[in-house]
């Protein structure tokens, strides 16, 4: 076996295809799932069964991956809905050259879930 395959590019590629997936999918658990099948057909039709510890590292680690990725998104989703609309509102006394700025600061409509679809 090739071990720099094994070591680099195969690691680096399901980082980034969980990273990808997790956004179409939005299911951490089926991208683990799916990387366990897929590589687990590739152990016994191209490798032997030495090759299957590292599909069950490679499943840990594309779960662990879009996991992080998810709770990523999740976080920049939030912050960027709490942006602060500031807006000038004329005093109800009638008064003109006053103004009542008023502070509207977003709430978390949006929060993260593992389950949705």
Do not use: H, W
Not at 28 to 37: C, G, L
Not at 43 to 55: E, K, R
Not at 70 to 90: A, D, H, M, R
Not at 99 to 108: C, E
Request: aromatic share 12%.
């Amino acid at each position: 076996m090739n071990y720099l395959l094994i070591f680099f590019a195969l690691p680096i590629s399901i980082i980034i295809l969980s990273s990808v997936f997790v956004r179409i999918l939005k299911s951490p658990i089926s991208i683990a799932a799916t990387t366990f099948a897929i590589f687990f057909i590739v152990t016994f039709a191209i490798f032997d069964a030495s090759f299957l510890i590292a599909t069950f590292i490679y499943t840990i680690l594309s779960f662990i991956s879009a996991v992080l990725t998810k709770l990523i998104v999740c976080y920049i989703t939030n912050q960027s809905s709490q942006g602060i609309n500031l807006s000038e509102n004329t005093a109800a006394s009638g008064l003109n050259e006053k103004t009542q700025d008023t502070i509207n600061i977003g709430t978390r409509n949006n929060i993260c879930t593992f389950n949705q679809r």
